[in-house]
């Protein structure tokens, strides 16, 4: 299958403001799209790529005074089937994990694993099997948390969301992150793209959305415990220890969000696929732009 996905985001600076933008699809996923898939701004500024740690792409930008439009808009190929589930998975000793996965057992800045620790072991300590222990946790949170845009708040760590019992899809991912962490399992956060393909239409306006991935079983596999079920054509941005490694925007300096519109849909029609730079801006980004102003 075929996904159309882009975003129109709008920012205004009150003088030249240096950003770092994580808006690219994530190198893994290079090989899938069918169409340019590049960064456009308005007024046109310079722009440069490089990979974080984490191998995520990362864009500089300088956004000068005044309004700055950022843009994309392309096509991707997707398998069309939901990411597979892992129930079988085995749980790895902690001396056979891959060096790679060991910072993905560690507090940080939104994971506070010291804090959680005692309940995780005494909810999911008797749980036999990798992807059975996770999937309890997400299940965990999933009844844990109530999901409510009006509920975001961009400070919020993982006890704090298990306490206040609220927050959105970033904060099932926190939670669920340091809980798989605390019981020796490593997590790490996913940002991206996530349509409502395949399942019924969310009225919620369209977003990026949080999900995490498991090392079990001898690879990395994909859990959302907001949702808490397989999805179709998910499309990940970056991958990172929590939210602080991967934020979509970083200004340093003022810059007011004043667009923001989200775009992933399936291609039903190829013949009625049009890109193009521009995005109409849907009701339902209005009263998310909205949410986020407030």
Known sequence: MKIRAGYD???????????ILMLSVHPSRHGDLLSPHAIQTTPGVATRDYLDAFGNVCTRVVAPSGLIEI??????????????AAPF?????LQDLPDDTL?????????????????????????EGGG????????????????GYQFARGDR?????HAERIGVCRDFAHLAVTLCRCMNIPARYCTGYLGDIGVPPDPAPMDFSAWFEAY???????????HNHPRIGRIVIARGRDAADVAISTAFGQAELVRFNVVT???????????????????????????LMA
């Open 9 to 19: 985001i709008a920012f205004n600076c009150l003088q030249d403001v240096p950003m």
């Open 71 to 84: 843009r994309n808009d392309f096509v991707i190929a997707d398998s069309g089937v939901p990411e597979p």
């Open 89 to 93: 998975a085995a749980q790895l000793q």
């Open 103 to 127: 910072v993905y057992l560690l507090g940080s800045r939104y994971c506070d694993t010291q804090k959680l620790a005692d309940l995780a072991w005494s909810t999911f300590g008797k749980i």
């Open 132 to 147: 059975q222990r996770v999937q309890a946790i997400c299940d965990y949170v999933h009844d844990r948390i109530k999901f």
């Open 157 to 161: 760590t993982a006890s704090e969301g």
């Open 216 to 226: 079990i079983g001898g690879r990395w596999y994909t859990f959302d415990a907001r």
């Open 265 to 291: 849909e399936e291609v039903v029609h190829d013949s009625s696929v049009q890109l193009a730079p521009d995005i109409v801006m849907a009701p339902r980004a209005q009263s998310r732009l909205q949410r």
